[in-house]
């Protein structure tokens, strides 16, 4: 089993910038891929970025491409998401995902575990 614990989100300005982070524990060594899906009212989750565990390989939607960075600290067992030039359409409940299978994925179905979610809300 692994648990993730996300935090980090709350209300920012458009144009404004936040940092996610979320905490991995128990069975680490298993993990392949960590990636950020969010979930806005009314919408299908979707994908936002992941990163793989061994290589630090990335890979965005187009739609954060330049804005969103994700990175990993593997000696806390932590993924971070920074968040910059925010938009309102980036509000959403973030959530935070592993993958014990796949090193590229980019749909739901392929991660085995995840968060509670955070809320990112960006004014306008």
């Known amino acids: 089993q692994v648990q993730l614990v996300e935090s980090g989100g709350g209300l920012v300005q458009a144009g404004g910038s936040l940092r996610l982070s979320c905490a991995a524990s128990g069975r680490t060594f298993s993990l392949y891929t960590m990636g950020w899906f969010r979930q806005a009212p009314g919408k299908e989750r979707e994908f936002v970025a992941r990163i793989t565990w061994s290589l630090g390989r990335t890979n965005y939607v187009d739609s954060v491409k330049g804005r969103f960075t994700i990175s990993r600290d593997n000696a806390k067992n932590t993924v971070y998401l920074q968040m910059n030039s925010l938009k309102p359409e980036d509000t959403a409940v973030y959530y935070c995902?592993?993958?014990?299978?796949?090193?590229?994925?980019?749909?739901?179905?392929?991660?085995?575990?995840w968060g509670q979610g955070t809320q990112v809300t960006v004014s306008s």
């Open positions: 995902a592993s993958s014990n299978t796949y090193r590229d994925g980019s749909y739901s179905y392929q991660y085995n575990y």
